[in-house]
């Protein structure tokens, strides 16, 4: 079965530093990978995907992805952090197997980036 | 304007008393899915349909149900909540296919007390 690991429930950053959350994925065949965003009183926004192609990945709001197959990661990165970027954020992965087509999420990771 | 939308968005109710919870998308999406938030547990699909008249179990589906007969509708059931299905639900939708992103409503948080 198809899965996706947030190893970290939470991450602290320094408000212009470089960020980090991390997602480790288990799949058979090509992975598709997503990563959503859900800031306060809000529902899960789109951010980036991988599918094929480049390993990293340009996303909204400055943020990009890099895709390793040898350490079957998708880290989400951005390299200067702002207050605003202080949310939830969930690494994902569709899972399409026989009839069915299902959206898998990690546990998600709070990032909170410190003024 | 593209999007997903639930009613409602806040909802107290007691033990056992029947409720529906919409969600309408506007994208023409095949897919649609009910999820619940929980603290620590991430989000778990309760429901999902690929297609009008199509629906499926997700990994939560105990005490709920849905029903797809328009393709921008899919509303989710609880014919006797009880207090553990206080939670916060999020409805989305996409078209079909491994690469496609979904599309989330705001998100209904309902408490039964």
């Known amino acids: 079965a198809q899965s996706v690991a947030q190893p970290e429930d939470q991450v602290n950053v320094a408000e212009g530093n470089p960020l980090t959350v991390k997602c480790t994925y288990s799949?058979?065949?090509?992975?598709?990978l997503f990563w959503y965003v859900q800031y306060p009183n809000r529902g899960l926004q789109f951010l980036l995907k991988?599918?094929?192609?480049?390993?990293l990945v340009k996303g909204s709001y400055g943020f990009e992805a890099e895709f390793n197959k040898s350490q079957t990661s998708f880290h989400l990165k951005k390299p200067s952090a702002l207050v605003s970027d202080s949310a939830l954020y969930f690494c994902?992965?569709?899972?399409?197997?026989?009839?069915?087509?299902?959206?898998?999420f990690g546990k998600g990771t709070r990032l909170h980036i410190l003024p | 304007e593209a999007q997903v939308t639930q009613n409602p968005r806040y909802l107290i109710t007691v033990t056992g008393k029947k409720l529906t919870v919409t969600c309408s998308q506007n994208?023409?999406?095949?897919?649609m899915s009910w999820y619940r938030q929980d603290p620590g547990l991430g989000l778990r699909q309760i429901y999902y349909s690929m297609n009008v008249e199509v629906t499926d179990k997700g990994d939560v589906p105990e005490g709920y149900k849905v029903s797809r007969k328009e393709k921008r509708n899919f509303p989710l059931i609880l014919e006797s909540p009880s207090p553990n299905q206080t939670s916060l639900y999020f409805c989305?939708?996409?078209?079909?296919?491994?690469?496609?992103?979904?599309?989330f409503g705001q998100g209904t948080r309902l408490t039964v007390v």
């Open positions: 994208m023409n999406h095949e897919y």
């Open positions: 994902a992965v569709r899972d399409y197997m026989n009839r069915d087509d299902k959206i898998i």
């Open positions: 799949v058979s065949g090509n992975p598709y």
């Open positions: 991988y599918i094929t192609g480049d390993n």
């Open positions: 989305a939708s996409s078209t079909r296919g491994l690469h496609t992103e979904a599309f």
